[in-house]
């Protein structure tokens, strides 16, 4: 093992997380969000950072790349049950970046701030070679609320929040020239689900959380990794996007149920919950305009099945790497 | 104004500071760290971000960008007068990087993390093109012992604490081929004033107070626009490093005071307090083993002078570019 790329993220991870001195009373590396004991609470702080080379699509407004920067962090905040208390920003910009990128920039992390009741309180400006925009998001959570991804067990159900694909169907439109700006939008603009994770947490009933970002395949085998379980998706039960509708009606060379399934970016919740709960919180998310729809069970079998036409077969772990995060 | 570079640092950074929405009851653009309400105390937030091309000279070992990376946001905090309850880092790495360098880079943040009672509690690993470093340092302070950037009044002594030139001086070791290795570490392995900001926060008489990271007269220049001030700094006062004697017996042609003056990266702080305060601010900090030494004064006119020889002239803004951090 000579190089990182050898070495492998989830490797470099599990190295990490072997070096560095633990927090007593904290629950961190390997999770959304760092959690630190204060008291009653935990402040939970997330670090996310893009790079205009590998993350960032041509085709993202300044205005998006703002927005999208602050949502990826409190979608994290949003998979622990918090409520988001403010941001960081640390800007990376080369000398000729325009002023009005900047603006523009400001502009849409401000607005996604807002839209959660949220602030950027502060940040860095540096100057660079390449765009590079770091984001830290941090909240807070009563101890008995967070919600980890560890805990899930055999037995339980697996559902997810809203719709997944949206981010898929995005970039696919955006690939084959789409004029429909709509489709761009839930890929460039993800909306994080606070609300949905506050309401979750205050129930208590949550047994595993995780932010889907990377796409609910890779979130499943983390999961499984996580907690030493198995489990098996129905595919017929995944609540595909609307906006997948675009891609099955142009018929491109791509099944929409493997959009919902391995593309990354869609920032939906993937919960596990005990069967006896999972009407009530239905019932309780959906009050609040939200759908959480069960899309499996947990089993103490360690492999993850996918169920189509009444077959088994082995989910493959194939999250979106363009957009992947890799947290430690 | 077409570019960033038109626009310059302190216009981007106001401008920033206008489009963002302002959190009640919160302190933040323009301070060493972002200081949020949460009810007795403030939540200290403050993120820098350095990339291995502009920031990072070629000696530093990756122990030491892990050192440098925490110690320079944990400065921050000890500016406020804060303690800190955790880190996050975010790093992006090349392919090629070797698992060494991440094992190194995990140590050097560790042990500085450590040094300070603090931990690294998580952060975020990414593929990217140069070395980029972003940390996000965290801490607390009790509202009434927060020390700020705002408040320094005419008739005030100006004071720093430890020695300066100390960064200058490795500096010049590296950059003239020295053997020296004492030098390149106190320029390379920072120590954040954690103790000295705290001591003097529970005391209450700081009027101002910020890091002198970028430099002696870069700070003082930040702090006389922040406050409407000006001051007198006599340059016979400056407490200089014993690391400049190497310059001034190797009679490089460099004067030793401008090194103290104007070289950043000494990372102690610059603090301003009633005359009547001082004695008992050195006091408390000798009896902990930390220097505080008097500078000048702080006075109505709006200039800022040094005294040299007995002659009054205008001290010259020139912080250290390359290490130059730019907080908004």
């Known amino acids: 093992v000579k190089t990182l790329a050898d070495l492998g993220e989830r490797a470099a991870i599990r190295r990490i997380a072997n070096i560095l001195t633990k927090a007593p009373g904290s629950i961190g590396i390997g999770d959304d969000c760092a959690a630190i004991d204060i008291g009653n609470d935990y402040l939970l702080v997330t670090t996310d950072m893009i790079y205009k080379k590998t993350h960032i699509v041509p085709q993202m407004t300044p205005y998006q790349m703002g927005w999208f920067l602050v949502a990826i962090n ?179 060379p791509i099944d929409p149920y493997s959009l919902a399934l391995h593309f990354g970016g869609d920032y939906e919740l993937l919960v596990t919950m005990p069967a006896e709960s999972i009407g009530r919180a239905q019932k309780i998310l959906k009050l609040n305009g939200i759908d959480l729809t069960t899309i499996g069970i947990v089993t103490k079998k360690k492999n993850i099945i996918l169920l189509k036409n009444n077959k088994k077969n082995i989910l493959k772990n194939k999250g979106y790497e363009h957009f992947k995060k890799h947290h430690f």
Request: aromatic share 8%; charged share 20%; proline share 3%.
């Open 74 to 252: 409190l979608s994290d905040i949003a998979a622990k049950g918090g409520t988001p208390l403010g941001l960081v920003l640390s800007f990376g910009f080369p000398k000729k970046t325009s002023a009005s990128f900047l603006t523009e920039l400001c502009m849409g992390a401000d607005a996604c701030a807002g839209t959660y009741t949220t602030t950027v309180v502060g940040g860095d400006i540096k100057e660079m070679n390449e765009i590079t925009l770091c984001g830290t998001a941090f909240g807070i959570v009563k101890k008995n609320e967070l919600m980890s991804r560890f805990g899930t067990k055999p037995g339980d159900v697996v559902a997810v929040t809203g719709r997944l694909g949206k981010a898929g169907a995005g970039y696919y439109a955006i690939k084959h020239h789409s004029s429909q700006k709509k489709l761009f939008k839930v890929f460039l603009e993800p909306t994080p689900q606070i609300k949905a994770g506050k309401l979750l947490a205050k129930q208590h009933f949550v047994t595993s959380s995780m932010d889907i970002s990377d796409g609910l395949s890779a979130s499943l085998y983390q999961l499984q990794e996580l907690n030493n379980v198995g489990f098996e998706i129905q595919q017929d039960f995944l609540p595909l996007a609307s906006e997948l509708k675009f891609i099955m009606k142009k018929k491109y």
